[in-house]
């Protein structure tokens, strides 16, 4: 399926595994119907607890080498089949209201885009350091730090700007910009040269990468930049007569954020473990689980569905398309779809009684139909 890369995994019937993953596609965002949840819902679902920076060593500048060498490993699976080609154009605004339009950059500029997150513990060890790449290279080329919006808001990225000093353009994306330059981990150098081709693409905040730096920052002019193509993504709905139940989360969730982002790790247990226990009551739905974000992998996958007993499929989406498709920017969030492809209703993290969420939002389902 074009821009929707699935793989799934179950305890059980394989055939059944296929059925489901088969019968998922994607379509463009989905207009919500008359009988959906208030639009302001999702607004307000949204998971406000900033990223706990307290206790944080600022001095602690030096990544883990297995967190490193795995991380730099999915950056450069990004880039297979991209660096050389054209990079996408984009326009972006800061949280201080400054417009970035790549466009306007392409063959004059080399743009260097870094995506991270505030919970990411090798973000907030690279900062020092990259900061020190906008103060002296900030003058020959585009710097700009992506927030990748996800568990993320506003008031974490500025105590967090605040408490690192930064002084770099801040953007936090909508997921839009992690899918248009193929984000797969946190933090992720994705390099632009001048002729607007991707150039360069990891993690580790190594030579590497500052050679990379270099020589995009020397290169001259080109006479004309390169143009990219056009991105598709391809349908998905129930089966006829059927609802489906679309857990939208990430392996490292309950674990990882369990210092810097409690009530969101908090969440991702309590979601787990209210669908196991919920999925047998309501035979009209077919539930699935598809992970995403950065750090996303089919073995990460396969161990979480160990280690937590689930037992419901899950999918991984490789590239965040259904993540952006519902604009869902906080985890975990249940997407509930009809068989005519309409998304009826968004639940978001904070709901703490999920149990009525999802069976008042099936009885209205069934009623309309």
Same mark, same amino acid.
Request: hydrophobic share 40%; proline share 6%; aromatic share 6%.
């Given at each position: 399926?074009?821009?929707?890369?699935?793989?799934?995994?179950?305890?059980?019937?394989?055939?059944?595994?296929?059925?489901?993953?088969?019968?998922?596609?994607?379509?463009?965002?989905?207009?919500?119907?008359?009988?959906?949840?208030?639009?302001?819902?999702?607004?307000?679902?949204?998971?406000?607890?900033?990223?706990?920076?307290?206790?944080?060593?600022?001095?602690?500048?030096?990544?883990?080498?297995?967190?490193?060498?795995?991380?730099?490993?999915?950056?450069?699976?990004?880039?297979?089949?991209?660096?050389?080609?054209?990079?996408?154009?984009?326009?972006?605004?800061?949280?201080?209201?400054?417009?970035?339009?790549?466009?306007?950059?392409?063959?004059?500029?080399?743009?260097?885009?870094?995506?991270?997150?505030?919970?990411?513990?090798?973000?907030?060890?690279?900062?020092?350091?990259?900061?020190?790449?906008?103060?002296?290279?900030?003058?020959?080329?585009?710097?700009?730090?992506?927030?990748?919006?996800?568990?993320?808001?506003?008031?974490?990225?500025?105590?967090?700007?605040?408490?690192?000093?930064?002084?770099?353009?801040?953007?936090?994306?909508?997921?839009?910009?992690?899918?248009?330059?193929?984000?797969? &981990? =946190?933090?992720?150098?994705?390099?632009?040269? !001048? %002729? /607007?081709? #991707? @150039?360069? *693409? $990891?993690?580790? +905040?190594?030579?590497?990468?500052?050679?990379?730096?270099?020589?995009?920052?020397?290169?001259?002019?080109?006479?004309?930049?390169?143009?990219?193509?056009?991105?598709?993504?391809?349908?998905?709905?129930?089966?006829?007569?059927?609802?489906?139940?679309?857990?939208?989360?990430?392996?490292?969730?309950?674990?990882?954020?369990?210092?810097?982002?409690?009530?969101?790790?908090?969440?991702?247990?309590?979601?787990?473990?209210?669908?196991?226990?919920?999925?047998?009551?309501?035979?009209?739905?077919?539930?699935?689980?598809?992970?995403?974000?950065?750090?996303?992998?089919?073995?990460?996958?396969?161990?979480?569905?160990?280690?937590?007993? &689930? =037992?419901?499929?899950?999918?991984?989406?490789? !590239? %965040? /398309?259904? #993540? @952006?498709? *519902? $604009?869902?920017? +906080?985890?975990?969030?249940?997407?509930?779809?009809?068989?005519?492809?309409?998304?009826?209703?968004?639940?978001?993290?904070?709901?703490?009684?999920?149990?009525?969420?999802?069976?008042?939002?099936?009885?209205?389902?069934?009623?309309?139909?």
């Amino acid at each position: 399926m074009k821009g929707f890369n699935v793989t799934t995994s179950h305890i059980g019937s394989i055939a059944a595994i296929a059925c489901l993953a088969l019968s998922l596609t994607i379509s463009p965002p989905i207009a919500r119907g008359q009988d959906a949840a208030d639009p302001d819902a999702a607004a307000r679902d949204r998971v406000q607890t900033a990223t706990n920076l307290d206790g944080i060593d600022l001095s602690d500048t030096t990544e883990d080498p297995a967190y490193a060498e795995a991380g730099e490993a999915l950056a450069k699976d990004a880039s297979i089949g991209v660096v050389g080609t054209a990079a996408p154009t984009a326009k972006m605004t800061t949280i201080d209201g400054d417009s970035i339009d790549l466009s306007l950059l392409y063959g004059h500029k080399p743009v260097y885009l870094k995506f991270w997150a505030t919970w990411c513990t090798p973000c907030r060890q690279q900062m020092p350091s990259f900061e020190n790449i906008y103060k002296t290279l900030g003058d020959t080329m585009q710097v700009v730090a992506v927030n990748i919006g996800l568990s993320d808001d506003e008031a974490s990225v500025r105590a967090f700007r605040d408490k690192f000093g930064l002084t770099m353009p801040i953007v936090i994306d909508d997921g839009s910009l992690a899918k248009l330059f193929h984000v797969n &981990v =946190t933090p992720q150098h994705v390099l632009i040269g !001048k %002729d /607007a081709r #991707f @150039r360069y *693409f $990891g993690h580790a +905040d190594n030579k590497e990468l500052e050679d990379a730096l270099h020589q995009a920052a020397e290169e001259p002019e080109p006479t004309a930049p390169a143009t990219a193509a056009a991105v598709e993504i391809a349908p998905l709905k129930a089966k006829p007569g059927r609802i489906l139940a679309v857990q939208l989360f990430s392996s490292w969730c309950e674990w990882y954020l369990e210092t810097s982002r409690p009530e969101t790790s908090k969440a991702c247990t309590r979601v787990r473990e209210t669908i196991e226990s919920l999925k047998d009551s309501l035979p009209e739905v077919d539930w699935i689980g598809i992970a995403g974000g950065p750090w996303a992998t089919q073995q990460d996958l396969a161990d979480y569905q160990k280690n937590y007993h &689930v =037992t419901i499929p899950l999918a991984l989406d490789e !590239k %965040d /398309a259904l #993540f @952006r498709t *519902f $604009g869902v920017r +906080d985890i975990p969030t249940i997407a509930l779809i009809d068989d005519s492809q309409r998304l009826v209703r968004l639940i978001g993290p904070t709901e703490t009684d999920l149990t009525a969420a999802i069976q008042a939002a099936v009885a209205d389902i069934t009623a309309a139909d």
